[in-house]
């Protein structure tokens, strides 16, 4: 992706570098097999700036008194309608 910097000369930014969850999205923790207690669905709040070369956000479940910052490769978007079982057959099948 090529962007016009200020000074009129093209400046480069790295897709890897851009937050692909939007504040108020819902989202979940990928690996839930290998968190269990982490199947809760979580809103982002914030997003925030990069902790080395990964992306970070802010998120909150309902019903918690407190937020977590996780990385975005922790996370995936929740669909409408969707479950865990419904995402893990999604995987498996290719459906």
């Known amino acids: 992706m090529t962007i016009i910097a200020s000074t009129g000369k093209p400046a480069r930014v790295s897709v890897q570098n851009i937050h692909i969850f939007e504040v108020g999205q819902a989202v979940r923790f990928k690996n839930v097999f290998a968190m269990p207690r982490m199947t809760n669905t979580y ?35 929740v669909l409408e309608g969707s479950t865990i079982h419904n995402t893990l057959i999604q995987k498996t099948f290719r459906t």
């Open 43 to 77: 809103k982002v709040t914030r997003k925030l700036p990069p902790l080395g070369n990964a992306l970070q956000y802010r998120i909150s479940a309902e019903g918690e008194g407190y937020e977590r910052v996780t990385t975005q490769d922790d996370l995936e978007i």
